[in-house]
T-cell receptor, first 112, second 113 residues
């Protein structure tokens, strides 16, 4: 079936640097995308979302970019902090809109 | 915190047994979705309940069943447990069905021996 995937399983960055986590999706009918952060032993935490009629959305220290032409999604975290260390998942809604399809996740490690 | 609560937090069962997991949705949310997350993987959609009816199902066998109650809380039942059912079971609530943000609870960690 169609799925969402990630390019890098592990990303290690220096504290204070910017982080970029990438995601490729295959369902061209997807119209809603979400980034989640999951810390060890916890459920996924909503970070930011974007709809398919947008190509960029900004939050507090985070930006999501959507390129529908190449079916690519990215999460940018500015001034990465130790508390940002976690696994990050992108997810998308398919045609039915009622289920989220998740990728395998990228582990972000922040070095002090 | 999302306001989504799940119980129990941890559970140990033996193969062949049955288990019931519970979820209380965020206030005002009428839609509850259940996901299974195996260790080191992303969550996999099991099913969704909207206004007490099943509203979509993933690739899970019928021994995975659910309920939603008038207060929008929900249960996930798994019969005839198998070793591969060991996972983190996540509940997520959303304001409505469709392309809406889903907010996750902390999960129930199930271990089947």
């Amino acid at each position: 079936g169609e799925s969402v995937g990630l390019h890098l399983p592990t990303l290690s960055v220096q504290e204070g640097d910017n982080s970029i986590i990438n995601c490729a999706y295959s369902n061209s009918a997807s119209d809603y995308f979400i980034w989640y952060k999951q810390e060890s032993g916890k459920g996924p935490q909503f970070i930011i979302d974007i709809r398919s009629n947008m190509d960029k959305r900004q939050g507090q220290r985070v930006t999501v970019l959507l390129n529908k032409t190449v079916k690519h999604l990215s999460l940018q975290i500015a001034a990465t902090q130790p508390g940002d260390s976690a696994v990050y998942f992108c997810a998308e809604t398919g045609n039915a809109g009622n289920m989220l399809t998740f990728g395998g996740g990228t582990r972000l490690m922040v070095k002090p | 915190e999302t306001g989504v609560t799940q119980s129990p937090t941890h559970l140990i069962k033996t193969r062949g047994q049955q288990v019931t997991l519970r979820c209380s949705s965020q206030s005002g949310h009428n839609t509850v979705s259940w996901y299974q997350q195996a260790l080191g993987q992303g969550p996999q959609f099991i099913f969704q309940y909207y206004r007490e009816e099943e509203n979509g199902r993933g690739n899970f066998p019928p021994r995975f069943s659910g309920l939603q109650f008038p207060n929008y809380s929900s249960e996930l039942n798994v019969n005839a447990l198998e070793l591969d059912d060991s996972a983190l079971y996540l509940c997520a609530s959303s304001l409505e069905t469709g392309a809406q943000t889903q907010y996750f609870g902390p999960g129930t960690r199930l271990l089947v021996l």
